[in-house]
Structures are given as structure tokens and as C-alpha cells.
């Protein structure tokens, strides 16, 4: 609080106190003297007048009776008339503790309920100059190291802090190179390889796949029940469409979070979202197939497989970005529009031929091998979610069968409404 703000606001409002009230206070004795002085000069004139009209004879002495008589009454109704004026000003005299003392109360007890005394201080001010001067010493600190780090490039640790300095003040370009330094020098650690994987996600617009994905997993084989592995190995697994194995990791980590209630909560709204974007039926344990995971050569060869060409119409180039995802599946023509197997790609991989087989298959009983014809498809999705949404690209064949082993052209060349 600024006292000499408070200060200088009581000076004021005491000069406009002796302004307002001292003339209100004088006026009552000044007014009480005017009146009875004014009366009685009055009076004394008039019987001056008086005695100077009967000498001169203007008066009869019958007249000047009469006419003292007069003002005798007039200055007895006179004096009558200031002892009013002087009641009614002694009755007004309250109005000056109404403004001394009633008033200023009042107006402290509002301000105190409404008002901000740190409106009138420097706190805020300092407060930001205060974190401004932080953060400008953080930084200062984050180029010291980084200049040291130049000057050691084989301490693993440095670049580990450095990296972890880089993600705080969310500079996650320069955090990727740090901790892909300190990865190449640590190696498979696992806070190593989670920070990396989860700097590189945030570079790529929050996106696991590729790398990141790559680095959680390992991080998960290392240590199946580590926190963030598990949240980001579900995170990822959602992006690439397989949400069984999305839930499966979340559940999880759920079961470990029962001493942080409210981390718990929201890691059961992310699964209750899971169920309502799943397919029918999908329960399974078994996940779309990642592009990370070819499938057996034999399984490539089997007589079941359906071979694909797929390509992107030259007019949609523009509309897409190389890190979208392509899904390339086969559907039964009639029934649940559950692939029957699935395949996932990205738009830089375009154009691509693949082999959709049973191996690939979402669910035991919904295979290639269990129907006669099928419809392919490929479809680009911005969001990376396995579920159609309105805005994604989409091409597909019609009916084809299984045993033609020619390879299907599918072209994608429609945006779904």
C-alpha cells in the first residue's frame, strides 16, 4: 500500500473540509449579528425621520404617535423574525457533522467493501517487473549452458538439463536438439527417451507418430508400469487409430493413479471418450496394424491377400500435409463397416502398394478370408483418427474378389461431408 498516496488524499479532502465548513459554520453567528444590527439602524432612521417630520410641522403629534406606534410593532415583528432565523440555523448545524464525519465514514466503509487498495500501490507493477526479471535470468542461465554446452559437446547430463531448461521455457525446437544429443550420448534411458519423444511431439503439432512412438514403446518395454510412458503410449496409440490398445495402456495407468484422484478422473474421461469413437463390437485386444509393423512375408503372400495401389488425385496435393495420415482398408460389402483388415500409412509414402490380409484384421471372426468380395478404401485423415470425419479425403473400388490377385487401383479423389 502507498502511504504516501494516503497521505496526500487526507491533505486534500482536509483543505476541502476547512473550505466547505468553516463559511457553513461562521454563518450562522455572522447572519444572527446582521439581522439585529440591520433591524435596529433601520428603526433608529425611521424615528429619526420621525422627530424631524413633527418639528417641521409635517406631522401632527396625533400622526407621530401613530406612526411610532408603527414602527415599535415593526421592530418587535423584526426581532421576532431573527430569533426564528437563528433557531432554524441552530437546527441546521447538523449538516456540518453529516459532512465532517458521517459522509468521509460512509464513503471509507464502501470503498473498503468495493474498492482495491492495491489499485493505489506498486504490488502488481513490482510483481511483473519481478517475474519479468525472472524469466530474463532464466534465460541468461539457458545461454550460459547452452554455450557451455557447445564448448562439451559429450557431456550426456548437460544436454539433459539443457533439454529439460529448453521444454520449460516451451522452446522445443532447441529442446529436441538438446535431448537428441543427450539421447545419442545417455542412450536407452527412460526419462531420457520420454522428454525426446515427448519435445519431438510437441514439434510436430503434438503428433507421436514416427519417432516419438517409437521411443515411448521402447521406454514402456524398459518399464512397463512408468507413468508417462503409459499416458503417452495411449496417446499415441489414439492418434494411430487403435483405441483398444489406447484404453488397454489407460486403464493401466488409471490402476496406478489411485493416489492422485483428480489425474485418475481425467485419464477415465479420456477412456469413456475412447468408447464412444470405437466401432461396434470392437473388443478385441488386437490393434490396427502400424506402419512400423510390416506383416509376416507369409502372411503377404497368403492367397487370401488383396493387393492395393493406392494414389492421391493431383487437385487434393495442395490440401494436405505430408505428416497426414493415410488408412487403407478393406470392408465388407454388406454388415458392420468394421475393416476387415487396415493398414497405416502417411501421405508421403503416397503413392504405395500393400497386401491386406487376415493378419491384419481388428477382430477374429471378421476377416478377409470370411467373405468373397470386398470394398477397398484409402482415406486421409488430418486428425489421425481411425473414425470417418467430415473434411477427410477419401477414395475407394467397387466390389472386388479375393481370389483376383491383380493388383486394385484406389484413387483418392473425394472430401467426405
Known sequence: MNILFFL???????????????????????????????????????????????QSGVLTEAQYNEQ???????????????????LNQTQSRWMV?????????????????????????????????????KADEVNKMVKKLADKMQANPN?????????????VLKQFPQAVEALGNAYRILGDQVDVMLLYADALAYVNDKNL?????????????????NLNALW?????????????????????????????????????DLIAKLATEMPAGQTSTEAT???????????????????????????????????????????????????????RKQVTDLPIKVSLDDTMAMMPNMKISSFTEVKLLARVSKSGNAISQPGDLIG??????????????????????
Open 209 to 225: 507418430t514416427g519417432k516419438p512412438t517409437e521411443l515411448v514403446f521402447k521406454a514402456l518395454a524398459l518399464e512397463p508400469d
Open 232 to 268: 503417452l503410449g495411449g496417446m499415441a496409440k489414439a492418434q494411430q487409430g487403435e483405441l483398444v490398445k489406447a484404453t488397454e495402456l489407460w486403464k493401466k495407468l488409471e490402476g496406478l493413479l489411485s493416489n492422485d484422484p483428480d489425474a485418475q478422473k481425467e485419464v477415465q
Open 68 to 86: 411610532l406606534a408603527d414602527l415599535e410593532q415593526a421592530l418587535s415583528d423584526d426581532l421576532d423574525i431573527k430569533s426564528s432565523v437563528s
Open 289 to 343: 496394424t502400424d506402419s512400423s509393423t510390416p506383416a509376416p512375408a507369409s502372411a503377404q503372400t497368403s492367397e487370401n491377400a488383396v493387393t492395393v495401389e493406392v494414389s492421391l488425385a493431383p487437385e487434393l496435393q495442395a490440401s494436405i500435409s505430408d505428416s497426414d495420415t493415410v488408412f487403407i482398408y478393406a470392408q465388407a460389402l454388406t454388415g458392420p463397416k468394421m475393416p476387415l483388415a487396415i493398414v
Open 155 to 167: 557431456d550426456g547430463q548437460g544436454w539433459l538439463m539443457l533439454g529439460r531448461s529448453y521444454t
Open 8 to 54: 496526500i488524499v487526507g491533505g486534500l479532502i482536509l483543505i476541502a473540509f476547512l473550505l466547505i465548513l468553516t463559511p457553513l459554520w461562521r454563518k450562522q453567528n455572522l447572519q444572527e449579528t446582521d439581522i439585529d444590527q440591520r433591524n435596529i439602524l433601520i428603526a433608529q432612521h425611521r424615528l429619526q425621520e420621525l422627530k424631524d417630520n413633527k
Open 396 to 417: 475407394s473400388t467397387p466390389a472386388v474378389a479375393i481370389t483376383d490377385k491383380t493388383p486394385h487401383q484406389v484413387v483418392i479423389s473425394e472430401t467426405l461431408k
Open 97 to 133: 457533522w453529516v459532512v465532517a464525519i458521517v459522509l468521509p465514514v460512509l464513503a471509507g466503509g464502501i470503498y473498503a467493501g468495493l474498492g482495491n487498495f492495491e489499485a493505489v500501490s506498486h504490488t502488481a507493477e513490482m510483481a511483473i517487473d519481478q517475474q519479468q526479471a
